[in-house]
């Protein structure tokens, strides 16, 4: 059976790419990679991963084995980096696999030296308190025999201009000390942005390449590229006075023409965006007005008379304006989109 679906993301090829290429740039001297972890943020890791090969990228960042090996016949998994590192369950379609782990703790990188795993990464933790080796535990685990290829660690407050930053460049050098990687690497998107002192040998941005704009040091480098559409399902002409969605958050303030749209928070428009979101047709502004519900959205459309059912109308989600509309991160309005809007790439 064939239907039509209601609700799409378009999704700009070009802009993926020009956004990895202005992250490249960035980044001076030193390699660029990219997160495609949660399935590239939303968006699809098995259509992000090839578009960003082409444009140069060619070490990819995930967070679970499943995702590696999902992504594992588009490109040499050895260029694959599994960042919650390995359990002695995974140790051996690990190995199948060929992707890297990033080794977080003393007891994964015993398992991987008892393994005789070969190349491997590991994760330092120069502050943040989330995961890698601590200051506390570096003197005492044994990584002489260890064969690192990238030493890594996370900045948990780059998009932010805060002394931390310092603190764990600091940190991060002097715990990498006497360890002979063969590369470091330190900055996300927001850190990209921090300067060359950041940078090192590779850097990892995720969230920039979607079209998140993870600093103010990245306004204007990046291009949104994910675009949500919807139909409309109905319109209709209300009162003053009318009371419109669940609970009534919005009562007409005059006459007004609204309509519905086949989008809602089960598809990641979240209830954030309640009152406060923007959708656009024909270049006509048109606000959200009431609740967002499950799989509907109401808005008035008293200024753009020509609207009519069927019609596909564009949802603002630029995502720095739509986070500061819904008060949910750039991050979480990416990886909540829901997988009922097909995805197309143009
Ligand atoms: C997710 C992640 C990144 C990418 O971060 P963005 O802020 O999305 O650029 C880089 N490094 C690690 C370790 C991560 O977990």
Redesign the pocket.
Known sequence: MKFSPALRLRLDGEALAANWTSMAQLSGTAETGA?V?ADA?GLGARAVVPRLWKAGCREY?V?HWGEAEAIADLVPAARIAV?NGITEADIAPALQLGAIPVLNTPHQIALWKAAGGGRCHV?LDSGMNRLGIGAEQISSTDMASLQIDLL?S?LAS?DEDVAQNRDQLETFIAMAEGLRPRRKSLA???GIALGPDYHFDLT?????LYG?V?STGLTGKVRQTVFPQACVLQTRTIRAGARIGYNATYVAPVDMRTATLAIGYADGYLRGFSNSGTVHFQGIPMPVVGRVSMDLLIVDATNCPQLAEGDWVDIDFELSAASTASAVSQ?ELLTTLGKRAGRRWE
Do not use: T
């Open positions: 997160a972890k943020y960042f967070a960042l994760m890594l996370h780059a996300n998107s927001a990892r941005p995720g969230l920039a998140g993870a991050y």
